[in-house]
């Protein structure tokens, strides 16, 4: 009796252990780390201004400024390089652009932006992406995914409203009007999430300022800075 309890707890162990090395190399969402539930994008794929920015646009969420980071690890909290970092977008409102900045892809038909991990098993996803996402920050839609193993799900936000109808996607006149829509009361969207930038609840004068620097970017100096206001859409859009 006493043998064969012994070769059952030696058996189980054993395939413990081969569990383990099966789950080694693999992206834990356990022990990976994300960047929060939220997020901003635009159309040029560029990093957002915020409080600390110059100018200063008050009321950002500071986490949103510097990119969405990732840390993979997987079971054995070890970090995991060459690992594929992906936002997926809910079809049908928003829409990756098909090119973006800092060695980032995208995939316009699993309608995906993507980073590579690093040796640390870090990536950063500065995302230029279109649409009008109306569910609130509680019920968050785009997948954040490592190799496609989903790590959390959060909202997103984009100061690109609405895809051209032809030439690149970028931050014109028809956003403008889009957020006029959710900014004054009495107007189809007033005050639905999609132009919440700062993710208060609310759209008001600070969402208007941090849609301003999209809307004028580089017409004036740090608004924002460098020359890339644009990204190519996917087709067709969103």
Known sequence: MMRSMC???TVAAGLAVIASV?????????????????????????????????????????AVVDGYNVTVRDVGNIPLAGVTVSF????????????????????????TTSAVTNGS???????AVVGRNESPSGSPTVQVRANGVLLTTI?????????????????TGFDFNVF??????????????????????LVNGFDLNGFRTEFLCNTSTGLPTGPICTQTQCSPCP
């Not at 022990?31 to 100018?55: C, E």
């Not at 909202?155 to 931050?171: F, H, I, N, Q, W």
């Open 180 to 201: 006029r829509q959710h900014f004054l009361a009495g107007q189809p969207f007033t005050g639905q999430p999609a132009c919440d930038y700062t993710n208060d609840g």
């Open 155 to 171: 909202a997103l936000r984009s100061y690109d409203l609405v895809c051209e109808a032809t030439g690149p996607g970028k931050v």
């Open 22 to 62: 099966a789950m080694a190399g693999v992206p834990d969402p356990t022990k990976s780390s994300t960047d929060g539930n939220f997020m901003l994008g635009n159309a040029r794929g560029g990093f957002v201004l915020g409080p600390s920015s110059t100018p200063s646009v008050p009321n950002i969420p500071v």
């Open 121 to 127: 098993g870090q990536a950063v996803i500065v995302p």
């Open 88 to 111: 997926t977008y809910p079809s049908g409102t928003l829409r990756t652009m098909s090119t973006q900045q800092f060695g980032q892809t995208a995939n316009c038909t699993s309608n």
């Open 7 to 9: 070769k059952a707890v």
